[in-house]
């Protein structure tokens, strides 16, 4: 990293001044103060809310390396979007790092970005229902911990050369459908495509199925090969698209066929090999555009149908039996309580058309049951528990 940083150097200093700002400040967060980098593009003014990204270092690297290697600033200074760049903390060999392994003595990194973003609201004007994480290698790791465990806040991720532990992903279980884009090679030499076992690092086939799965997107995806258009930078790239998950939710994979551990289209192509085919950065933004937290999170249905389902008894005791019309089958039901927040969740196997679900320790009221059909209807009733 010391010939990207000397690099860097010399942009910074010979670049002109411009209306963009970068503030450089720090919070106090788990007993140490903790900095990090915002830039605010001229377009900002204060007056209206704006959307957020957060853009995340990677392992042994850091936010002023971040922010010229993965740059989103031409597309902040054009769309109008505040770039959030936290540091890490330090481990033992003196590396800023992100705590993603789960080891309960180092930094609660998630509570740290809870506090930054309280502290970023408060004093910018930031539209609570676009922001986004991204992040580079170990970067990318934080990015997919978020959106298991802070998916109230943060809308979608996207991951470049990042992956999940097996146990993160296991433990894994989102509160609502949470739009997830993974940009990997396959010649990935630090977190290699196909795992490691050893550090219980996720296959990127693996961990795209997986949140396919977790937000009901089609098995099967949309293919498309990324016209070469670099026939210099030894790799190429097919992009493969998951469509028609909960709430409008899709999965998106980049894979570099013979890419290395890098972010493609980076202007600094001395790290390993890059694809030069297209630039992360945009496409990043491209998919983080698509997606609002209110529309993630709507329990509202979508073209409703009221014949699709009846349930029985209601009220309801101890247990409600649903059952779908038989023009369809189901894939899956959710039960909200009168708050918004859900409950219960069974996912179920295709072809079936009648299920039951208990209602076993759940207090007494109003609950919102939302059906989704395999053929992609949605429906909602309401129960009460006596």
């Known amino acids: 990293m010391k010939k990207l940083l000397l690099f860097i150097l010399v942009c910074v200093l010979n670049a002109p001044l411009l209306a963009q700002t970068t503030v450089i400040d720090s ?7 903790r900095d990090y980098r915002l830039y605010k593009p001229a ?53 800023r790092y992100w705590n993603v392994f789960n080891n309960p003595s180092a930094v609660d990194d998630v509570a740290f970005i809870g ?36 998916n109230d806040r943060i809308a979608a991720i996207a991951s470049v050369t990042g992956s999940m532990t097996q146990d993160n992903l296991n433990a894994c279980v989102p509160g609502r459908p949470v739009p997830v884009m993974e940009i990997h090679g396959t010649a990935d030499d630090v977190v290699p495509y196909t795992g490691n076992v050893l550090l219980g690092f996720v296959a990127i086939p693996t961990l795209v199925n997986k949140w396919v799965t977790l937000n009901g997107c089609n098995t099967t995806p949309i293919q498309e090969s990324i016209p070469n258009i670099n026939t210099t930078d030894n790799c190429t790239a097919e992009r493969f698209l998951y469509t028609g998950g909960f709430r409008g939710s899709t999965v ?40 609002r937290l209110n529309t993630l999170t709507d329990t509202r249905p979508i073209a ?3 014949t699709l389902l009846r349930i029985m008894p209601n009220p309801v005791h101890d247990y409600f039996t649903l059952q779908i019309n038989n023009t369809t089958s189901l894939r899956q039901i959710r039960t909200y309580n009168i708050m918004g927040q859900l409950i219960a969740e069974t996912k179920i196997s295709e072809g079936t058309t009648t299920q039951t679900v208990s209602t076993t320790g759940w207090t007494k009221g109003l609950y919102i049951v939302r059906v989704t059909a395999q053929n992609g209807t949605e429906a909602t009733q309401t129960i009460v528990v006596e």
């Not at 919070?27 to 103060?33: D, R, Y």
């Not at 209206?48 to 850091?62: A, D, E, F, R, T």
């Not at 506090?115 to 676009?130: F, G, M, P, T, V």
């Not at 890098?262 to 945009?282: E, L, Q, R």
Request: with cysteine; net charge negative; proline share 4%.
């Open 27 to 33: 919070i106090f967060s788990g007993g140490q103060w």
């Open 43 to 95: 377009l900002y003014d204060g007056t209206k809310p704006v959307p957020l990204v957060l853009n995340l270092h990677g392992y042994s690297s850091n936010n002023f390396e971040q922010d010229f290697y993965a740059d989103f600033k031409g597309l902040a200074d054009t769309a109008n979007f505040l770039v959030l760049l936290p540091n890490g903390t330090f481990n033992n060999q003196g590396e």
């Open 115 to 150: 506090q930054l973003l309280d502290s970023i609201e408060a004093h910018y004007k930031i539209d609570k229902n676009r922001i986004y994480s991204t992040g580079m290698s170990n970067g990318g790791f934080l990015s997919y911990t978020l959106a298991c465990e802070m």
């Open 252 to 291: 998106e994979h980049y894979k570099i066929t013979g890419g290395g551990h890098t972010w493609p289209g980076t202007a600094f192509t001395f790290v390993g090999v890059t694809n030069g085919d297209f630039k992360a950065s945009n496409e990043i933004w491209r998919f983080f555009n698509q997606y």
């Open 304 to 306: 409703n149908d009221p």
